[in-house]
């Protein structure tokens, strides 16, 4: 469709149509900087297009070019104040940029109009705990979900009228998975199936659309056709590896996820998925060797370098994985999850020669005052330990049980109140990792999303 698109547009390029539609499957792709241009040569030759304008704004919010999106969603509300993708965006990139008040105002704005727009409850949370709101801030982390906002696009509704088979059926999917509306998505990745039974490209849309609804049974046989299809199909190969992987079913999941990574060999996310099953399987030379190539190809992606830190740290080599953490803190000084790693570490790591009780204190406070959460409140408690002031951890401590019993979290609590004790008993009270733990016990992790089809691998 892309080639079509473009093709049309050299053939006639004062139709805006063509630019259109290239700009939107540009953007759904993920190749934001190309879309960006597209917008704006579509709005130059319609100033009054205002679904162009708002996909020209959320591509450069997407490249971190807040200031410019948010003059065009300035521009745009001064002329449609009512627009709710305007104002969510705009409420979006107020929080981005710390006006935390006036994104609550916005937010909230459009969540009472589109009330389904579920997605935006999780800036508007982020937006209460910068507030300090935090009975707000858990209020609407547990109302996000996946479904967002598109403007309403006459042109794109009148493209999805045309009867055209599997490449509509496309498009129409791609439009409510990029929306978070999986429900449809499925509904219409099985039409554009249908239309084309011998299509990977269609069944491997359809997989992805299936696992976010929580069918994952289906979706593994759609991927696994999908193969029987096009056997060199990387995105089926990989998204069918991230399955296999939360199932348990490890050995398939790496020969998955190696003939991903044979066909894109510079994709840091799939390295990852591949270290990481590799470290289950006990290869763990191999897994450092895939996480430390992640890390070259995309410094910027956490995961690989919090991985990497915590398989070294089970294995024994602290030296490595402190150089580690604070490598990745270097290269990325607001990432919470870091932080809160090298201060973990810090604070107790076996070989004591490391620690560093000042820095990590230093580190714990500045995570838990971000986000407030046990184990953040834990490696506060560790720090002070390890400063020798058992009475202050001691406390620290004692909130994290007490908050651990009241909110159900049963799994630790022993360990919990064996730390506990060991803070109350005065004296030496430094904390050592138990066996089995390790930097990793903060739980803070993400689970990596599927890919909707080959085309938006980078």
């Not at 805006?16 to 540009?26: A, D, I």
Request: aromatic letters at 4%.
């Amino acid at each position: 469709a892309l080639a079509c698109y473009r093709n049309a547009r050299r053939l006639d390029p004062r139709d805006p149509r063509w630019s259109y539609y290239e700009g939107l499957l540009l953007e759904i792709g993920g190749h934001l900087e190309e879309a960006a241009e597209i917008f704006r040569s579509v709005v130059a030759q319609e100033p009054q297009n205002l679904p162009a304008r708002i996909y020209l704004a959320e591509c450069l919010a997407g490249l971190n070019r807040n200031e410019e999106a948010e003059v065009l969603v300035r521009d745009l509300l001064k002329e449609v104040p009512e627009s709710t993708s305007g104002r969510a965006l705009l409420g979006e990139l107020a929080q981005s940029a710390g006006r935390s008040q006036e994104a609550v105002e916005l937010l909230e704005g459009v969540l009472a109009d589109v009330p389904e727009a579920n997605r935006l409850h999780y800036p508007l949370a982020q937006a209460y705990r910068s507030l300090g709101n935090v009975e707000k801030a858990k209020e609407h982390l547990a109302l996000h979900g996946p479904v967002g906002l598109r403007p309403p696009d006459p042109r794109v509704e009148a493209l999805l009228d045309i009867p055209q088979g599997e490449r509509v059926h496309l498009l129409q999917g791609r439009l409510a998975f990029q929306a978070g509306r999986y429900g449809e998505a499925v509904d219409a990745f099985t039409d554009a199936v249908a239309a084309r039974p011998d299509s990977a490209r269609a069944r491997v849309n359809l997989a992805s659309a299936l696992g976010l609804t929580g069918a994952t049974g289906e979706a593994m046989k759609q991927y696994r056709k999908a193969l029987e299809l096009d056997p060199d199909n990387a995105t089926a190969h990989f998204n069918l590896g991230v399955l296999l992987s939360r199932q348990g079913e490890l050995e398939e999941a790496l020969t998955n996820l190696e003939a991903a990574v044979d066909a894109h060999p510079a994709d840091a996310g799939a390295l990852v998925e591949l270290a990481s099953v590799e470290r289950r399987l006990g290869q763990v030379e191999a897994a450092l060797a895939h996480y430390r190539k992640a890390r070259g190809l995309a410094p910027q992606d956490e995961r690989s370098w919090f991985e990497a830190s915590s398989l070294l740290v089970d294995l024994g080599r602290y030296q490595e994985a402190l150089s580690t953490l604070e490598d990745a803190v270097a290269q990325l000084p607001d990432q919470g999850r870091l932080l809160h790693g090298l201060a973990r570490l810090l604070a107790a790591v076996p070989d004591e020669s490391l620690r560093d009780g000042e820095r990590a204190l230093e580190l714990a406070t500045a995570v838990f005052n971000t986000r407030r959460s046990l184990s953040h409140a834990e490696t506060v408690a560790m720090a002070l330990a390890e400063l020798g002031r058992c009475d202050e951890a001691a406390t620290w401590q004692r909130n994290v049980v007490e908050e651990a019993e009241r909110s159900g979290q049963t799994q630790r609590l022993e360990t919990l109140r064996n730390t506990l004790a060991l803070y109350e008993q005065g004296g030496t009270c430094r904390y050592r990792f138990p066996g089995g733990s390790s930097i990793s016990d903060s739980g803070d992790g993400a689970p990596t999303p599927e890919k909707p089809d080959e085309e938006e691998r980078s």
